[in-house]
């Protein structure tokens, strides 16, 4: 059951516009697109909250960091979801190691931009990093759906934040948000990206002592639905109607 939650849920955040002005708007499904559906749903009444989070962070040899975390929020009622960025940014760092300059090349790896559904990909070429991908899912049964987060921007357009260990953009456009960091003096890259029918999460690190994280995490909040003796008989009926005749 929670692989099929994991899946429905994944593809419903990776289907979301990005300003989502009509992510709550119904539309009909013809026959050759309910033929293709899998997994299980739910139907919008029983959401009582929706959200997705995802955060990038690049940490340099010399404990500088600069990232971004953008929280997205839908919740029963409202017209449209809520998206906030905040920017993670630490230029003082610890010191006590040199600065990691770049030591190989990354060659190869363009069609991972183009997969369908979710893709994660780490590449490296140095030492002692340590980086990680990850998804998380949490669902909830409940009639109240948490305070909404109302730290960091509203985004409406691209937010840009750079400091020694690098640069960061947060870019809404074309369905989709994508997270990017560059690090400095070509130590290497991160991108973040969901929606547009894919979720991705890749990093290269062309140096060493560097910690890079891409987390992403779904939070949904469903409606006990208690079932009553309306919807038992109504189900009864379903079940008669597809026996066999005769019998």
């Not at 985004?155 to 750079?162: A, M, N, R």
């Amino acid at each position: 059951m929670k692989n099929y939650m994991l899946l429905t849920a994944i593809a419903l955040a990776v289907s979301l516009p990005v300003q989502g002005a009509s992510v709550l708007k119904p539309e009909e499904l013809s026959d050759k697109e309910l033929s293709q559906l899998r997994g299980r749903f739910v139907m919008p009444g029983r959401v009582v909250h929706f959200g997705f989070t995802m955060v990038s962070s690049w940490q340099n040899a010399q404990g500088q960091m600069i990232g971004a975390k953008v929280d997205m929020q839908a919740q029963h009622g409202m017209y449209r979801p809520v998206f906030r960025v905040s920017t993670l940014n630490d230029d003082a760092g610890y010191g006590g190691l040199p600065e990691s300059l770049p030591q190989g090349t990354i060659t190869g790896g363009a069609g991972l931009t183009r997969v369908d559904g979710a893709s994660q990909s780490i590449r490296a070429a140095g030492d002692h990093n340590t980086a990680e991908n990850r998804i998380a899912l949490n669902v909830k049964y409940g009639n109240t759906a948490p305070a909404l987060n109302t730290s960091g921007k509203p985004l409406t357009s691209q937010i840009t934040s750079s400091n020694g260990a690098g640069s960061v953009q947060v870019t809404p456009g074309n369905n989709a948000l994508q997270i990017t960091i560059q690090a400095n003096n070509g130590q290497g890259s991160a991108i973040h990206k969901i929606g547009a029918g894919a979720l991705m999460q890749n990093t290269q690190i062309m140096s060493s002592h560097n910690v890079v994280k891409n987390l992403a995490a779904l939070d949904v909040v469903l409606r006990e639905n208690r079932a009553t003796i309306n919807t038992l008989n109504c189900n009864w009926d379903q079940l008669r109607g597809l026996r066999p005749s005769g019998i």
